[in-house]
């Protein structure tokens, strides 16, 4: 089996070492430290391991590491610029859009996601983009709140 | 008791208890920092894997760990039963555990379980209990009640009767973090865990026996839970195994959590409940008998007994009950949000609402006209205030119609209420509270916070108490290094916290003011701390900032603490300061439409009126509310632990198959707080558990309004719609 020996992620090329099936969750977690990406079910039902590839939402768990080397790889460590919260981070805080806050990670990167290629989303969706997701705790209305409320404010920034 | 000094501040004073305030770990949980057991790593960390069986009852006749302890890599290995030993130790549900391994990578350890070899001896076993006529041998007399005269209340020619058969599966807690460990030695004596628990303070002690130390050596910690809902108390026999599996490595980290299948499998399930009801009232509505048999299981010991009639009991004027066990070789049971209380509330609701429908009564008015069987005249004028309220926001007298929706179109619409009931007086409590001389403001206590909003509740008693903004507090919990608080369980936390970090808060304050009084010239009692400042009541001129009020305590910082216990009793509400009860009230009501071609339930909206005493930050306990509601829909809707009637296993460990609604499914949720005169002097009470109770009864009665046909059974899936209108729905 290939080894892979680099991964592309937040910007920077990290060293690490791994057989191409790993999941890419695993190698994330405990080889680079970055434990923002969940397991929460390790077969890409709930969403909590998401991460981007080149700004796609991917389930980190049931992807080999072997495909994600050579893409550009966004956790939710990298999404705070200059020491300042992504606006969907901020939303989530104003808005309280987490209790346990475990599901947090992977449904701002999905929805980073979403705003990505619709900007401007309706709330429903919102919804059918953000289904896939799962949150135990309930926090579903105060997340879909966060989310208008960040597309609203990123729309501002710009102009 | 009124001026009493530990007393809430009054309405008009203020200034944050009650208002809509953001977490405090608001930011650690955004930017993905917040470190969770699960995310634990002291370094040179080795990987715990577990060995389950594969069925339901055997015995084990032996184990063999030769193999898998030759495997490079494995570094240690317990076997977890008393193999060897006379009598051969009984298996009694597929999934329990077996072995465990340690090795240096996940993958060895893996590895190493398929190489360990066991020889079983299966015996027959049990695990399909709603049929009771199938479960001879296997069930138990729980509880046989009788008040009144039911029997001759049934007979009265004046009175309707309804029968019925209701009844929920179970189903399981599903924590996004499953459970587990990362536990290693300091040292040969000391052991140090990191759990993900709901009793950080709670549950060091387990540990002793079994790893042969004192309990005080156990340091327990636990800064962030990824859920726990009731199922996170014990530290399971594999947090046992994990701290066995890192002291014959010589001390080393082990990771012992759980994978989603074993957490379905055999960390957290709600027991049961079924039963066949008879239920009369007068033709004006009066509820006048009741007489229920029901069972349930939690697996091989008894499952809690639903309080039926609920939430009326012994109110009821004739009541008869008889509850039975069923013994199943399902995996235990745990406390799961409002242990006993959904499943009493299908049940009674959902047989009320029947009755209200062959009176041909609107259900809100059935209530409305019997909310004086509730427990107490309290709850009695909540309910009614309640029913109000949420009949209101559902536009309940002019959505909902007698069964069924008649409207053209094979949609159908429908709109069913529900009350609940539930405790959450406060858990017995401890903690310190430091004002240091460069202003800064610490509380510590060994509680713990499972995403309820527990640090924030802390972080603004503090504040209020000392006037400060709720970000000059530090607050440090999940430790059970610091005074002992409560486990989070039952809704006993908010009231816990708050009681004992307000009384804490205030004796740092009048310690503070004592130290300080003599620079300002006064008297302490003469004090008040106030938007960041120290003043002389009624002297605008004597006014220090915050800071400048703490500089003056020199070098020596303010130590005080405070403790909150769980009861007080009639003789010491006269002397000491009661800051919290227990008792809410809470009305729900669902409104939904089926699709009669599909089967399919899809949720249009939720309406929760609930109280639960002085609120402390209004903008969590409407997320616990939100959250309660939508795990209310799940199991309503979705959650069913299925268990295969040829295997003895559960059919559906995944989230594939156990299904939990996703953002979509959960329509509208409107939340209203009682709260103001008549509900804040009843201090602080907990929220966790009530609002969960009612969404099953409420969502299952939408529908038998929609489709003019119960559904018997939660949860609501299409087969079970489509059978309920194929039986005679839709009339
Ligand atoms: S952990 Fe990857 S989808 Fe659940
Ligand atoms: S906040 Fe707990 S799982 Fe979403």
Known sequence: ?159 | MANCKYDWPEAKDRKLIGKRISRIDGHEKASGRARYTFDMNPGNLLFGKILRSPYAHAKIKSVDTSEAEKLPGVVSVVVMKPVGKEPQPEIQWAGDEIAAVAATREEIAEDAIRKIKVEYDPLPFFVNEEDLSQAEGHTKPAVTEKKGDPEKAFQDPDVVTSEGYYGVPVITHCCLETHGHVVDWPDSKSLRVYASTQGVSAIGGQFADPLEIRADDVNIICNYVGGGFGSKFAVDTWGIAAAKLSKSAGGKPVKLLLERDHELLVAGARPSAFAKVRVAAKKDGTLVAWDSESWGTGGMGGSGVPPIPYPFHDKFPNFSRKHTFVSTNIGPSRAWRAPNHPQACLITMGAIDDLAAKLNMDPVELLMKNADLAPDPTLAKYYREELEVAAKLADWHKNWHPRPDKTAGTVKRGLGVSLHTWGGNPHAGNCAVSIHPDGSVEVKLGSQDLGTGTRTVIAIVVAETLGLPVDAVKVTIGDSKYPPDGPSGGSTTVGGVSGSTRRGAVNARDAFFAAIAPALGAKPEDLEAVDWHVRVKGNAAKTLTWKQACAKLGVKSIEATGAQKPRYTTEEQKTECVLNSGGVGGVQIADVSVDTETGIVRMNRMVAAQDCGLIIDLKTAESQVHGALIMGVCYALYEEKIMDRQTGRMLNPNMEFYKLAGIGDVGELVVHMMTGPGYDERGVIGLGEPPVISPGAAISNAVANAIGVRVPTLPLTPDKVLAAIEKGGMA
């Open chain 1, 1 to 159: 089996m290939a080894k892979i020996t680099e991964l592309q992620v937040n910007g920077a090329r990290c060293p690490i070492e791994a057989d191409e099936a790993t999941p890419l969750l695993v190698v994330l977690r405990d080889q680079l430290g970055l434990t923002g990406a969940k397991y929460g079910c390790g077969e890409g039902q709930c969403g909590a391991c998401t991460v981007l590839l080149d700004s796609n939402p991917r389930h980190s768990c049931n992807t080999p590491v072997g495909k994600a080397a050579g893409h550009s790889i966004t956790t939710i460590e990298g999404l705070a610029a200059n020491g300042r919260l992504h606006p969907l981070q901020q939303a989530f805080l104003d808005s309280g859009a987490f209790q346990c806050a475990y599901c947090t990670s992977g449904m701002i990167l999905t929805a980073a996601a979403l705003l990505r290629v619709n900007p401007h989303p309706s709330e429903d969706e919102v919804r059918r983009f953000m289904n896939g997701n799962v949150c135990r705790c309930g926090t579903y209305p105060r997340i879909v709140e966060a989310i208008l409320g960040a597309a609203e404010t990123m729309a501002k920034n710009k102009s």
